[in-house]
Each structure stands twice: as C-alpha cells, then as structure tokens.
C-alpha cells in the first residue's frame, strides 16, 4: 500500500500538513473533503477485494470518511493515479514502489515520491512449468 508524500494519502482528509512542496516533487496537492478513494486492481484480484473491505472499516468507523475501492490495473497505475490526486491512497507491489521512488522501469520519466503506510499481506510468486516440460529450474 503506497500513499503520496504524506501519512494519510491525499485528497481523502485523511492527510495531515500543509502540502507544501507536493505538487514541485511530482504529487498533486491534497484536497479536504470527507471523501478516500483507494486505488486498488482489477474487480477479479485480490487488491479490489482488500480494498474493498478497507474502504468499508474505514467508513463504518471513521467519523466524517467516506471510502471507495476504485477498480485499476493495479500498482503502477495505482502509483500514477495517487500522485496525479486521482485516488488519495492505493495498493501496488514493494518492488514496483522501488521503482517509483527511483525512477527506473515504467516510472524513468519521473520519480514519484510516495512512501509506504502499511503492509498488508506477503505476496510470493510461484514459477512453474507443466510437469512433463522438462523444466526442473530456473536455470532450465
């Protein structure tokens, strides 16, 4: 999960300080208002289902919030779409947060500064082959 500059995310209410600096560093500016929109995946993946049931604990019980899990393609998108001020928190894989910080990948025409809130789940990627594909490594 990757907000933009600030603990909080952007335009949701959720983010305090004055949003000094944003919009230079590659961020939009941060609205108030009661609403958060989370930047999630696409409506068959896990991420849309997180962010979903987020986006309903967070209004269930915060006063004056309103949430929406809004349907994407997923962590880069999610990282354009925070710092564009289209979404004010979102989901994305660590790695490709690296890579938004760095500017490397998608991301070479302009580092984002967004920093991480919190972990959600581990996400381990398995390779695999057919069994009888002759592919015993990744070597092979």
């Avoid at 335009?11 to 305090?16: K, V």
């Avoid at 925070?82 to 500017?103: E, K, P």
């Avoid at 381990?124 to 990744?138: K, L, N």
């Amino acid at each position: 999960m990757s907000g933009c500059t600030e603990a909080g995310g952007g335009g949701g209410g959720g983010g305090g300080g004055d949003g000094a600096g944003e919009e230079e560093a590659g961020c939009a500016a941060p609205e108030e208002s009661g609403r958060l929109s989370i930047a999630t995946g696409n409506t068959t993946g896990v991420y849309y289902i997180l962010g979903g049931g987020l986006a309903q604990v967070l209004t269930d019980n915060v006063e004056g919030i309103e949430a929406t899990a809004e349907a994407t393609n997923a962590s880069a998108e999610n990282i354009r779409f925070v710092c564009a001020g289209d979404s004010d928190i979102g989901f994305t894989l660590a790695d490709t947060a690296a890579d938004a910080v760095n500017g490397a990948a998608s991301f070479e025409d302009a580092a984002q500064p967004v920093q991480a809130l919190a972990r959600i789940y581990s996400n381990y990627t398995q390779v695999f082959a057919r069994a009888d594909a002759g592919i015993e490594s990744i070597a092979d």
